[in-house]
T-cell receptor, first 114, second 113 residues
């Protein structure tokens, strides 16, 4: 148990569906992240939020829309996805000035796009 | 552009062996380096975090070193056990780029009983 909880753990959706991934951290951290892990590729940073403000958008397509209502919750809204978006989506959080703190990850949400 | 490389990509050893996993990065301007473990289909578990001003960190049978000037880190696992079988990833936090971690592709470790 890392203190970062992701739901759902598995999600299957069609290309025209709208769904959301949820992440919650119980660690009192100020920064939260979305990463994408595809088979045989390094983890890719998607978004970074610090104190609810987005500080990084790593050229992610607009069909992925993040939302951070407070420092403990992070969402990833999904719309009109493509089969190549199938991957493990990992949420993480950290504490510390200038992001020097240790990163804690959730178990991930396995997304399959049909 | 920061690139992180891990060698080897896969490693199989008999139980009880000491082993070393390697991580190299191209830009020495980093905040810190972190080693993670990932079991199949699971999230990442943090093992060790080394700040840029530190040379090494130890936790149990694990020891991680950092040589920033040469762009290298090693993860030493002593007396390996079958439960150590997993993928090990290293990641560097880029200086002055707002929490951006760059990951290597990982080393898949298998420890045979």
């Amino acid at each position: 148990e890392t203190g970062v909880t992701q739901t759902p753990r598995h999600l299957v959706m069609g290309m025209t569906n709208k769904k959301s991934l949820k992440c919650e951290q119980h660690l009192g951290h100020n920064a939260m992240y979305w990463y994408k892990q595809s088979a045989k590729k390094p983890l890719e940073l998607m978004f970074v939020y610090n104190f609810k403000e987005q500080t990084e958008n790593n050229s992610v397509p607009s069909r992925f829309s993040p939302e951070c209502p407070n420092s403990s919750h992070l969402f990833l809204h999904l719309h009109t996805l493509q089969p190549e978006d199938s991957a493990l989506y990992l949420c993480a959080s950290s504490q510390g000035a200038y992001f020097t703190g240790e990163l804690f990850f959730g178990e991930g949400s396995r997304l399959t796009v049909l | 552009k920061q690139e992180v490389t891990q060698i080897p990509a896969a490693l199989s050893v008999p139980e009880g062996e000491n082993l070393v996993l390697n991580c190299s990065f191209t830009d020495s301007a980093i905040y810190n380096l972190q080693w993670f473990r990932q079991d199949p289909g699971k999230g990442l578990t943090s093992l060790l975090l080394i700040q840029s001003s530190q040379r090494e960190q130890t936790s149990g049978r694990l020891n991680a070193s950092l040589d920033k000037s040469s762009g290298r880190s090693t993860l030493y696992i002593a007396a390996s056990q079958p439960g150590d079988s997993a993928t090990y990833l290293c990641a560097v936090t880029i200086y002055n780029q707002g929490g951006k971690l760059i990951f290597g592709q990982g080393t898949e470790l298998s420890v045979k009983p």
